[in-house]
DNA sequence: CTGAGTGCAAAGGGTTTGCAACGAC
DNA sequence: GTCGTTGCAAACCCTTTGCACTCAG
């Protein structure tokens, strides 16, 4: 994973630095996380990581197709590493929980839409909702 | 539609306001509009409503099931009105143009989603991805 | 040594909140 | 008259930006 950074980065003439590992490296070991708590994370091992530097990163990462992000909450969004599998995100409204589904759930969905000649980005697709431990307790 | 709203606003106790009459309105008309543009075409008509009205109404319109609202882009979410016809927002990155599917497109995936107990709000819902246009104009 | 990358502080969008005045019922 | 609602201003969260300094290559 570092080795895929630093030839991405070298590739586009963009330098290796000490600060774009350890946020990659965070995005990987939180699986799911915002800038916050990427940046939270950073600093628990190295102080003095700045939070702009974070959202750059995550910028720059992005675009080198190492991470990727989603909406999961009206808030802050998620990242996650992009060589995990490819997910759906399934998020409860109510619990706030976040289920991973295999893209298969939404492979109909993809078929029909590019009958319309439109291409389904799934890493990013989040499916709310109501779950079953939510939905049985009632109000 | 006005009297869906009075009548919702008495069964909880709420009142009726022009603020409110006027700003579900808006929602109506627009169609699809981000709080910042309800806000504008209030205000077309009315002088004086205040941004924080607009939230707050915005959020009792969507208690009481009048309005609903999407996040079709990163930043401000989009609201419409509930008495539509419920349908999925498809939404291309490249040129940013919103396409309305309906219901069915997802129903596998509501149907799959159901067998875990999970109940999909497919109002809510925003596929990404690239539309026809853009994709076979390449990058 | 040069320019990409960083930290810092300030500004920016969008939204929420506390509070006094207002007005629907 | 009461209490839900509004306007206003300030605060808030999340993110972006300008700039001088730093350090990867």
Redesign the interface.
């Known amino acids: 994973m570092n080795d895929d950074l630093a030839t991405r980065l070298r590739e586009q003439g963009l330098r290796l630095t000490p600060q774009r590992q350890l946020i990659l490296r965070a995005v990987v070991e939180l699986r799911h996380a915002t800038p916050d708590e990427v940046l939270a994370h950073v600093r628990s091992q190295v102080s003095s990581v700045n939070a702009s530097t974070v959202y750059r990163t995550l910028e720059v990462l992005e675009e080198l197709g190492l991470v990727r992000h989603t ?1 999961l909450s ?1 808030r802050a ?1 998620t990242y996650h590493s992009a060589l995990e599998h490819e997910h759906v995100h ?1 998020v ?2 109510r619990c706030q929980k976040v ?1 991973s ?1 295999d893209p298969a ?2 492979q ?2 993809v078929d ?2 590019a009958a ?6 799934v890493g ?2 989040a ?7 939510c ?2 307790a009632g109000t």
């Open positions: 909406h009206d969004p399934v409860c409204r289920r589904y759930v939404v109909p969905v029909a839409l319309d000649g439109f291409v389904v980005d990013h697709l499916i709310f909702g109501e779950c079953a431990d939905g049985s």
